[in-house]
């Protein structure tokens, strides 16, 4: 049985096809509109991670004077040196070097691991360089010294690069220990300073007995009786600590009698003699010099 549309059937059915198709796109559309539109708010997510910078990573921030960061690390007068900078990965805008009241613009030279290096090469003659380091994030600036991280300039804690300065042989990598005389060891009573025997800084000294109290506020005039031959006396223990160099504080404060620079040195050469397997002596002068004193031989 054979089945025929009428006129009115076939223009329905057409009208519906038609409604169909128009539908499909329509959906088609929209899709490709919501498409487009999700690419573009990713695409903007991800310019706006890759130009966000993290948190500002202080503690990251580093240099010295070491090999590390200074080369070559005993430079020559008239040569140049590089001197580098360490930050946190991608942390900076800038890093400024300053030199002599000028801004030098540092260039980041190497990322490694979790840090960027900085470097600026500068040009030396035969006077002593100072400098400290100026780091920009966004609207932050701060001034990288030796103290680390602060907001204002202090000359007194400046990078220094001596020009044509080396570092005795007997000396690299040696242990030492500092030793303020006066505190160390009471190996000769009868040189004690006495309370009252002399005015320093316009009051007079005073003789103290127990060495286990906390210093006085102006501790300077107060003498706890250590003395040369009380460092001569821990030599042994000295050694077993490993040390290699004792570096002592001032030995006096004015300029002594020869009677006393004469018992000083005898001192000084008797703990030479006992210097066998260390390197060396070193104490700094009224001038503000050191002077060292390399052992040459063992006994």
Not at 72 to 85: G, H, L, M, N
């Amino acid at each position: 049985m054979s089945y025929c549309r009428s006129a009115q059937d076939n223009k329905a059915l057409w009208q519906k096809q038609c409604h169909n198709i128009d539908s499909k796109t329509l959906v088609s559309e929209r899709v490709d509109t919501m498409d487009l539109e999700l690419l573009r708010r990713t695409e903007y997510n991800q310019q706006y991670i890759a130009a966000m910078r993290p948190v500002f990573n202080r503690r990251a921030l580093f240099t010295d004077t070491s090999a590390e960061y200074v080369i070559p690390e005993e430079p020559a007068c008239f040569s140049e040196v590089t001197i580098r900078f360490r930050t946190a990965r991608n942390n900076v805008d800038r890093v400024f070097l300053v030199c002599g009241g000028q801004k030098h613009l540092m260039v980041r030279v190497e990322s490694k691991n979790d840090f960027d290096y900085y470097a600026y090469v500068m040009r030396l003659d035969d006077q002593n360089v100072s400098y400290y380091f100026e780091v920009q994030t966004g609207r932050i600036t701060g001034i990288f010294d030796m103290r680390g991280l602060v907001q204002e300039v202090n000359e007194y804690y400046d990078f220094i690069i001596i020009p044509g300065f080396h570092t005795p042989d007997w000396a690299k990598g040696a242990v030492m220990y500092q030793i303020y005389t006066d505190r160390f060891c009471n190996g000769d009573s009868s040189n004690d300073v006495l309370t009252n025997e002399y005015c320093y800084i316009g009051e007079p000294v005073h003789r103290v007995e127990d060495w286990g109290r906390y210093p006085a506020q102006m501790d300077v005039r107060e003498f706890y009786g250590g003395d040369l031959q009380g460092v001569l006396d821990k030599m042994d223990y000295l050694q077993d600590l490993g040390v290699e160099v004792i570096y002592f504080n001032p030995l006096f404060v004015s300029l002594p009698t020869t009677n006393t620079i004469f018992r000083i040195m005898i001192i000084l050469i008797l703990i030479l003699e006992r210097l066998s397997v260390m390197k060396g002596i070193c104490f700094p002068t009224d001038s503000g010099r050191t002077v060292s004193l390399p052992v040459t031989s063992t006994v």
